[in-house]
């Protein structure tokens, strides 16, 4: 489910003072990696997430790649680090605005 742009910037508040939360490293998205991810996002919905990768092609292929295997939105990108957003399949915490 695509977010709204009044959805994406309640989370991008929400996000702000949010600890990082998954790390990947230069070796890039791993199976490990994901399964990591896949856990955060179910315990938290929202998580921020830092990517290691240097240059900004690997960086946004990286990015775009999580978000696909998660099957999570991209709330905001800015530099290495990337909020994703997931509501929980079955008991979602946080209430987006219509």
């Avoid at 695509?2 to 990082?20: D, E, F, I, M, T």
């Avoid at 790390?23 to 399964?35: N, P, Y």
């Avoid at 179910?42 to 990286?62: F, I, P, Q, T, Y």
């Amino acid at each position: 489910m695509p977010l709204s742009n009044s959805q994406r910037r309640y989370l991008r508040g929400l996000a702000h003072h949010l600890k990082v939360i998954v790390m990947i490293g230069s070796k890039g998205l791993s199976e490990t990696v994901l399964k990591e991810l896949d856990r955060a996002l179910l315990d938290h919905e929202l998580v921020k997430v830092k990517v290691g990768a240097a240059d900004r092609e690997d960086r946004a292929g990286m990015i775009k790649a999580m978000a696909e295997a998660s099957q999570a939105e991209i709330v905001q990108s800015i530099g290495h680090t990337v909020c994703l957003y997931r509501a929980h399949p079955e008991n979602p915490q946080l209430a987006l605005p219509a």
